[in-house]
């Protein structure tokens, strides 16, 4: 069990440009959820796979975001234009049929 | 929807002291409920995961009971210590999509 890993943990990029995360979940786990903190508080759902099935996106998630799980492995989260408010910590959970979830350590994403 | 809060935000206690911790919820059908620990800049590490149909869960030093009908988890932390200091979060899902609500988390800061 290597845990839940992300990639990058940090990007700073430039308003306007697109970004995009990956998060590998621990490998036995068929749910993987996306979720966004930013700071002093907690954080917030984005978005959920069970599978390779997207089941549920916050409306936080406007159309600029978008989120793959291909074979049901891997997850990534792009967001295109970004915009200084999606400065933010994107996380990344995994869980099996127990609904444990086990978070990565997070993409802080400084958007300028 | 679903409400999460921590009270208080933030406490400040010397090294020895016992922790508590407060977490109010308001979804009654309630799946389970975790508590998880950040440090700064950092992701979530789970502490313990209490299932609705149980009243607590110990860890070590940690120990979270949960009360349905009143809408609150409660974490101790006993003999606290210098590496005790992050911001505690709570967190519950239902039975319908096991995404988390979160609370904004208190901020622990044990004194040496």
């Known amino acids: 069990d290597t845990g839940v890993s992300q990639d990058p943990r940090h990007k700073i990029t430039k308003r306007g440009q697109n970004v995009t995360f990956r998060c590998d979940p621990i490998?036995?786990?068929?749910?993987l959820y996306w979720y966004r903190q930013t700071l002093g508080q907690g954080p917030e759902f984005l978005t959920y796979f069970q599978n390779e099935a997207q089941l549920e996106k916050s409306r936080l998630l406007s159309d600029r975001f978008s989120a793959e799980r291909p074979k049901g492995s891997f997850s990534t989260l792009e967001i295109q234009r970004t915009e200084q408010g999606d400065s933010a910590m994107y996380l990344c959970?995994?869980?099996?049929?127990?609904?444990?979830?086990?978070f990565g350590p997070g993409t802080r994403l400084t958007v300028l | 929807k679903q409400e999460v809060t921590q009270i208080p935000a933030a406490l400040s206690v010397p090294e020895g002291e016992n922790l508590v911790l407060n977490c109010s919820f308001t979804?009654?059908?309630?799946?389970?409920l975790q508590w998880f620990r950040q440090d700064p800049g950092k992701g979530l590490t789970s502490l313990l995961l209490i299932q609705s149909s149980q009243r607590e869960q110990t860890s070590g030093r940690l120990n979270a009971s949960l009360d349905k009908s009143s809408g609150r988890s409660t974490l101790y932390i006993a003999a606290s210590q210098p590496g005790d200091s992050a911001t505690y979060l709570c967190?519950?899902?239902?039975?319908?999509?096991?995404?988390?609500?979160f609370g904004a988390g208190t901020t622990v800061t044990v004194r040496a």
């Open positions: 959970a995994s869980s099996s049929v127990f609904h444990e979830q086990f």
């Open positions: 967190a519950d899902s239902n039975s319908n999509d096991y995404k988390l609500s």
């Open positions: 979804d009654s059908a309630i799946y389970n």
């Open positions: 490998s036995e786990h068929n749910r």
